[in-house]
């Protein structure tokens, strides 16, 4: 389920809608989904129209 999550904020991230793209990747780590390694290579531009979004940039800050 958080793969999926992901993948569904990514693309209300390219849509530019900042508060779905937040809830979804809010709820995809929720579920465990561990999605950086995508969204640092071919994913991350994805994030580039709600990346002004302070919540949007905290969630894909690299987590330890």
Known sequence: P????????RIAALTGDAD?????LSRAFQHGWRGF???HASGF???AP???DTRVAQLLMPRR
């Open 2 to 9: 958080g793969e999926h999550t992901g993948y569904r904020a």
């Open 20 to 24: 779905e793209a937040t809830a979804l």
């Open 37 to 39: 390694p995508w969204i």
């Open 45 to 47: 531009d994805d994030f």
């Open 50 to 52: 709600v990346g002004h």
